[in-house]
């Protein structure tokens, strides 16, 4: 092979991915002041399960057969986990048009959203893992703690579900974004809205929140944001106070953004830990969920075991 032969091969290998990559680069939208535009409202849910499925724990990638065997199956597999209860025909949310399921894997096929440890799943300490399965266990357990609202779960409480770090199997996966030159505002439909500055002073170590603190960059047309300053109060996977959330948004095209979060916290994770998602855009407005509003839910649990306290005092008495 003559040295110039070899050299236009060579080419074609290494750069010619990379012009794909400019080249899609440049057909998503950006800005008027030059940044890569995330504006926009976007759909987090999806099908890819967060951690790799023992069954295919050697498979990082589905084919694309399966992955299109998948598609469209968000209500199917919601029903699967709800099955068809009396609460849910009386209230109306056991339907697909109610519930609005995720209906697509990520654009990667991936077989999870966790991309790192290769495993796909997720490394927990022994203390970490016991306090997020606490953790779903006030969220979900008909036996879960009921001497006051204190000792249930955030979102019980209408207070915070993790939004777009945790996206939701059954519903409310929406979130809207809107940018200006120092400000990326990230509103998700439930509960929680962000407000990251772009740059900025550092954070104050001795101010926390239970949504930690933000502060965001710019890292070429990458999106780049670090939380912390955590309190401790949130429902980040078991995390602590010392939780540190690094984000990245990476407008793929007119339809797509590339979202990636690494979770670090020594308490609660052996190693950093990394998942990546796809939002699609959606039409909007997003509603909102009004949660404090509709919550009799809280309230009839608390009152329910107030009542059982009384009968089962009656009964001794007796």
């Not at 109610?98 to 209906?103: I, K």
């Not at 969920?289 to 059982?308: D, K, P, S, V």
Request: aromatic share 8%; net charge negative.
């Amino acid at each position: 092979m003559g040295r110039q032969t070899a050299f236009r091969t060579l080419a074609v290998f290494t750069l010619g991915p990379l012009v794909a990559g400019l080249a899609l680069a440049q057909d998503a939208p950006r800005t008027p002041w030059g940044t890569a535009s995330l504006n926009g409202v976007w759909d987090s849910g999806t099908l890819t399960p967060l951690e790799r499925p023992l069954a295919m724990r050697d498979r990082e990638f589905l084919t694309e057969e399966e992955a299109e065997a998948i598609r469209g199956t968000g209500f199917e597999r919601v029903m699967e986990i709800a099955g068809n209860t009396l609460e849910g025909k009386v209230t109306g949310e056991l339907s697909e048009i109610w519930l609005g399921p995720p209906q697509d894997v990520v654009r990667t096929l991936r077989t999870s959203l966790v991309i790192d440890p290769p495993d796909g799943r997720i490394p927990f300490t022994a203390e970490g893992r016991q306090r997020h399965l606490w953790s779903l266990f006030t969220f979900i357990s008909p036996t879960a703690p009921t001497d006051g609202p204190e000792v249930r779960h955030n979102a019980n409480r209408c207070l915070m579900t993790g939004a777009l770090y945790m996206p939701n199997p059954l519903y409310l996966n929406h979130h809207q974004i809107v940018q200006t030159e120092d400000y990326v505002v990230i509103q998700s439909e439930l509960m929680e809205t962000r407000i990251v500055p772009l740059g900025g002073e550092p954070v104050d170590p001795k101010v926390r929140q239970w949504n930690g603190i933000s502060r965001g960059r710019w890292d070429g047309d990458t999106l780049v944001v670090e939380t912390t300053n955590f309190s401790g109060q949130g429902v980040y996977f078991g995390a602590t106070e010392g939780l540190r959330v690094v984000e990245r948004f990476v407008r793929v095209d007119a339809e797509t953004i590339d979202y990636q979060i690494t979770f670090e916290d020594p308490s609660s994770f052996e190693r950093p830990w990394t998942t990546e998602n796809t939002l699609r855009a959606m039409e909007p407005p997003i509603y909102e969920f009004a949660c404090h509003e509709g919550n009799y839910a809280m309230t009839n649990i608390l009152r329910a075991a107030r009542m059982e306290e009384r009968e089962k005092a009656e009964k001794e008495e007796n």
